[in-house]
């Protein structure tokens, strides 16, 4: 497998575990809608939250929460759409992003609450 890979995927662990001791619940990982993908969906209390999980070794170029663009978010809020229709879901949503770096044996977990809203 891949190296960029072995470290997306280390990554979405070390979120999932993160979100788990912060109190949410995790309903979904790698949940699919066509081409889109949502790395996590949880409940926060009474909310749904979209998760992103972004996972580098490096923040030499840039910090890891900007590479969800604004194309990326596109594809999140298109893949949240379908996730609350087919669960009738009619609460609050929010999409959050969670930005790892792991390196030298030590991982930095930074979560974005509310890290971008949908448009019109």
């Known amino acids: 497998m891949a190296e960029h890979i072995q470290l997306g995927q280390k990554g979405e662990e070390l979120a999932r575990i993160f979100l788990i001791k ?3 619940k995790i309903l979904h990982t790698n949940w699919r809608f066509g081409k889109d ?15 992103e999980v972004k996972t580098r ?13 604004k194309q990326k978010q596109k594809f999140l809020i298109r893949a949240a759409n379908s996730y609350i229709e087919k669960y009738d879901y009619f609460g ?29």
């Not at 979560?111 to 949908?118: L, V």
């Open 22 to 24: 912060k109190g949410f």
């Open 37 to 51: 993908e949502v790395d996590i969906i949880a409940e926060d209390g009474k909310e749904l939250v979209i998760v």
């Open 57 to 69: 070794s490096t923040n030499y170029f840039c910090e890891p929460e900007y590479a969800v663009t």
């Open 92 to 120: 609050e949503t929010r999409f959050d992003i969670v930005s790892i770096i792991i390196a030298s044996g030590k991982n930095h977990i930074h979560h974005i609450e509310d890290a971008f809203y949908p448009t019109m």
